[in-house]
């Protein structure tokens, strides 16, 4: 999510939200969301009330909710395509590797989900792990290793060829 998205949207939800609340929400720090929030208001996206001389109240303006709108839509639209571009993937990669055993490697995450939903929707078996000291079991020809963490794959396994990343 972009960061002007991240701040429509918190402002938004919390009207006398603090910068250092934005820094926080965003990982930005506190100058790039002094910078921000200027670039917002100058926009026209928000605007800002002085409730006394130490609070200001950040609002969104009616051209700022359009562009919150149009912003998550386009946020939305971009994880859809990105979600069907690691379906197609973990397709291609069944159909090259069919009959060998799938491991996947990585986090209990959203995108595990999307990775073995797809799977289970295609009835593939797979067996699940997150520990990179398993792996050795899995180093020959009858597994094909499914990634989508960087963190997992660490230089040990370079020489693994049978170690794919859906996200590339």
């Known amino acids: 999510m972009t960061n002007e998205l991240e701040i429509l949207k918190s402002v938004d939800e919390k009207n006398n939200i603090t910068q250092r609340e934005l820094a926080r929400r965003t990982g930005l720090s506190l100058g790039s969301v002094n910078v921000l929030l200027k670039k917002l208001i100058h926009k026209g996206l928000l605007k800002i009330e002085h409730v006394n001389s130490r609070t200001i109240r950040y609002m969104l303006t009616p051209k700022g909710l359009m562009e919150k709108v149009r912003l998550t839509y386009q946020y939305i639209v971009i ?11 973990i397709e291609q990669v069944t159909e090259d590797f ?7 490697l990585g986090e209990k995450d959203e995108l595990f989900e999307i990775i073995s939903g797809k799977l289970k929707s295609m009835n593939i078996h797979f067996i699940f792990t997150n520990d990179n000291k398993n792996l050795l079991q899995y180093n020959d020809e009858e597994y094909i290793i499914l990634t989508w963490s960087p963190d997992h794959l660490d230089k040990e396994f370079s020489n693994y060829n049978n170690i794919i990343n859906v996200l590339s």
């Open 79 to 89: 994880s859809y395509n990105r979600i069907l571009s690691i379906e197609r993937k």
């Open 98 to 104: 069919k009959g060998c055993q799938i491991v996947l």
